[in-house]
């Protein structure tokens, strides 16, 4: 089979991809491995600002439909340091949402396959990729051969097939392990609060409680590979270590666990890393993972899938697949995402520094000019919105 685009993995950065080359009316084939509804471990609290711009970009009645069956809006970030000193940031009225994964994802999955445009194989992984120089790429699916003008490979933050499709090794990159249970029933700190937990048992890692849809909550942990291998500490006695603490554990009188905890890694950013070659995009978590503090990943893999699109676009309009061709979706996410990326930065450099993060906290919400400042809904939705408007 011959298409314009093939695109491997159907995360939020393949399936935007493939929305966004549908509203193009490009005719593409977009493969993943599971079967939908698939789980993923994430910390499911989405930055709303990037994914509701291009949900309704896609669609204006994407985000009605998706707040009626699979979000619950976040209002609240409460950041708590060991002392449990508490510091409150309002979200803003474009706001934060929390959702299950497995019904965010299906939900994008959904639209994908009810394109025309897209044929969404899967429950299949690709075999015998190979590249043909002016060519683009051939592959093997169920025993079909594939050739597509332009490979976008969105398979996530674990997966190294960017790296055997000829992209640099990650292997020099820091890793941050993560861990996530689903409970229901626990005790909430108000209206669509979200909680992230920085406690001297994790040295330089975090807990957090994100709210999400109907009931549940989504707690978890991050922490760098390095501190747990320094310690010798066991992942998942951690992650129970971290529920028996005094500032956590009263919100878990009533609470049921509904999912047990699952782990998962990602590399930290490097920003310097290759997103493309020739006929070939990297997009999403397997080129560049945002830390999972800033709740900005599925954002960031959305907003890559759309460039991603955008740019095949216009390489199949202009029919040009060089390398130096493909090297302007590089520029351009790097360019577009700075906001995205210093955020990142700063969160990943200030979660590796317990004592400062427990000695700004008290700080921040003692002194009542900041606090009220970033208690304003009015503020935090205008840097929100002028903040993504720009990036998008
Ligand atoms: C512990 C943790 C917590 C996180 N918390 C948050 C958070 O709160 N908010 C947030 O926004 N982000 C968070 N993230 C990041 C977020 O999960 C990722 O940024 C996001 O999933 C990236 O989307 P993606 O589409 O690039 O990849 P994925 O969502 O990983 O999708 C990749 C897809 O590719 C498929 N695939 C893989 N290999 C192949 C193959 N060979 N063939 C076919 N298909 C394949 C997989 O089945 C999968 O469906 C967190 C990450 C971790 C690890």
Redesign the pocket.
Known sequence: MKTDVCI????????TASLYLSKNKINHVI????TFP?D????????GTNVFWALEHLNPNYIKELQATTVDKMHWMKFCNNENKEFFINLGDTSSFGGR?IDF?NFLVNKVKESNYANFMEG???KDIQYKPSEGYELMVNGQKIEAKILIC??????Y?PQKLGMPSKDKLEK?I???AHYKGLKEEGNGVGAVYFLDTLKGGYL?I?PLYDGYFNV?M?IKEKVLKKNNWNVKQLFQDCLEHPNIKNRFTNATLEEKAKG???HLPNYKVSLSSSHLMV????GM??D?AT???????MAT?RYAANHAVECLQKNVFSAKAMKEYDKSILKKLRGERLVAKLYTYLVSKPRLVNFLIPLLSNNKTISKFFKRKDVATKIYTTFTRKQL
């Open positions: 491997i993995g159907a995360g939020p950065a393949g399936s493969i993943d491995k599971a698939r993923i471990v994430c910390g499911e609290g989405f930055r994964r994802d299949q992984t690709p969105a398979t996530g933050a674990t997966s097939l941050v993560g861990m996530r957090w994100i978890g991050a998962k890694f990602l997009a999403g978590s397997a993972a945002i999972p709740g900005n990943g599925v954002s960031h893999a899938g």
